[in-house]
């Protein structure tokens, strides 16, 4: 009986005349891979930005772990096991890849940032530079932001969320942006490297491709509604799917 | 009751010159997004150039027709105007549009202290009197005392700027395309309006509306260097409070603020210096977009 | 060489160097250093907040606060001793930095400037109307002593400027220490992206308070010893164009060297002193063209010219290597 990690019960979210979420219920268990589909504004950033305390829902709950963390700010969201990875990948632009794990790092280390001892600790390097390599990026240690290729940067931003043990991590568009022949290469990557500690995932996709080969379970979106919950193969075939999500003709 | 009466007149003869030392600041940072620190360094050359426009008047025989000097304080505020204000925008202010808010406050610094030390070379250090505008008008009754007539000329003249630049700003079909800028300076553009055309206008009103202040204020006061200083802080707070880039807000600001320090004046002179600045901090607390929400504060 | 290259090195070598000018130097070059250096502190506090993305224009307000601390415990408790006055600057200054901290911590750019502004224009405005403190006229500052010994004359002045190079190369080590450790390096994230900061799970208003408070002791620190140097105060401490001397000197500056804050801080008051007596009213003049210079060319400060910046670049190189 696997045990339900993350619940969405009943959300409700409007924007103005916009409804953004509407009477949305997610149960998941501790372990799995799930991904959210749907066309632009049809919710899932926005229950992306709910889970992680961005925004709060109108009604409706969110519970981790058995906690009510619906009103939970981003950062006591972080501290509770949850985080996220960004569409546009959200990096300190006036630093290296070094500097923005050693950040990291600090911040989610085992003990609480140092007023005195040097960030740039032979220890600390030697850490950051383990996880850099995990991620395959260690190469890029001492280039700008600005310097890198989409799919580094994504890497990057994903590394830099894994710090601390997390138990779920939510992927916005992990992939996009990224250059064709890079997408499987980065998702198997990152999948494995998640699995490998494992942390319970879910990720937004607009790729279909990387939907099927990686997410055990889908939920796709619509007009804030979540109109199909199933495994890939099926849930494609869903003519309400082909509809609304991916626009494939029957 | 007659306490009351004289609080209000003296803080409506306030709050009008006020608004009319304000209203420049806000309208420059609501079209540009910039906070003019050189604002209270350009009343002061208003200030200036009016007590020489006025003292030459007076010296080429304006004894004959002396309302004629109210005509040479407002060719002086023009010169100033068409002078000064292109110049900066084109020459100094547009190289830094694109950086940091904060960065374009530290730049109008600089220009405040060159401007300072310029206006000191070209007028000296010593304070400058030019009266007779002032005297021209008379005095007035009003209750059991005497105004000076000039102060109510100051209220009608805010009170016509305030409405004109109201009308023009929401009546006229370039105002509205100024309002549009102010709105959304990315969506203007790509409209077809030229930004920067409306910016050197913008600022360049913005700067006559300063000088304006000064111009008025001249005649009141022995026109000496380190007048700005003291200004340009009593516009910053008129404009916080009434909301950064709202001309209604200026107005309002400087109002409650022209009560508040005529009411500190005659019930706690204790209060007068900071009572001020007390409302400012007050207001950025507890409602930073100031009493007319223009621009959104940066507050996380 | 690695200990000179070390912080603690470089502070030693900038004491000695300090204490030898000190003692070349004829006494109205040791005065204005002396006030240099405490102008310094205060600059240098506001970097620590400019590395965190936010530029006070009001730390005029712990300046006041020092001076006006130290005014009132010589003249009214008799206590003159400066170790001691400064240790009732910092615990004063750092007080109300804790207070106001927290507060203007969640605000930024402008309104942060502003709010900061404000503040400081109030106690302003309270100052000058109490007369029972000197009203505008202000205080005089009885003279320093030293832990008992009373110094006059030549003697005060160097004995005060000694304990103030000692102050300021604590003060540059400690605070070196502090933008290097990985606090420090959290605040330069938050200036960057403070979304990412805040979703990394820290605390910004924290960071940004801490940052508030050493920069509130600083400006206290710096109130101190300029009073006691000038041995006046008054309100004008207080007032925003004092404010605006030290936020040019931080932007002069810059946030990646501490020697350039103080190296800033003196080209003002020389700037001020000789263009006061050879050229009078340009002095503004010329630091507003520098300022302007400066934003334009220089964004990042003098401090990010090689020479000034020499001990960023070797940090960089032993990453791996040393432990400083």
Redesign the interface.
Known sequence: MTEVLLAAENIHKSFGAVTAAKDVNVSMPKGAVWSLIGSNGAGKTTFVNMV?GYIKPDQGRIMFGGQDITSF???EV??AGIR?SFQIP??????NV???M???L???GDTP??????????Q???QAMAVLEQFRIADHRNRLIGELSAGVRKLLDIA??M??NPKVMMLDEPTSGVAAEEKYPIMDLVIETLKAAKVTIIFVEHDMDIVTRYSERVLAFYNGQIIADDAPDQLLADPEVKRYVTGTSS | MDLIAVILVDGLIYGAWLFIVSVGLTLVFGVLNILNMAHGSIYAMGAYATATAVGAYFAMGGEAFPMGSYAAMIAATLIVAIVVGPILEIFLLRHFYGRDEVVLVLVTYGLFLILEDVMKLIWGVDPLFVYQPYDLLGVVEFGSLYYVTYDFLVIGISTSVGLLVWYILNKTKQGKVVLAVIHDREMSQSMGVNVNKIFVISFTAGVFLAALGGALTAPMISVSPGISVNVIILAFAVVIIGGLGSIEGAAIGAVFVGISRAASVHLLPEAELFIIYLVMAGVLVFRPEGLFQKTQARKI | MIFLRSIWGSALLALIILILCGLALPEWAVFLVTISLSKGLVALGLVALMRGGLVSFGQGLYFCVGAYAAGFMANWFGITDVFLLTFIGVLLSGAMGAIFGPLLATYRGIFFAMLSLSLSMILYGVLSKMSVIGGTDGLNIAAPTFLGYEPEGWELGISLYLFTCVATVLAGAIMRIFFDSQRGLISLAIRDNELRVEYLGASVRKVISINYIFAAVLGGVGGVISGLAIGHVDPEYSYWTTSGEFVFVAILSGHLSIAAVFISSIVLEVVRSFSNLYFPNTWQLSLGVFLLIVIFVLPKGLGSLKILNRNADAADKQDTKETP
């Open positions: 992680t700010s981003p950062r972080t501290k996220r959200q990096l300190c632009g006036e630093m070094l500097e923005n050693l950040i990291s600090s911040i989610n940032p140092s007023f005195w001892a040097h960030a740039k600790k032979k600390n390097v030697e830099m969320a710090t601390g």
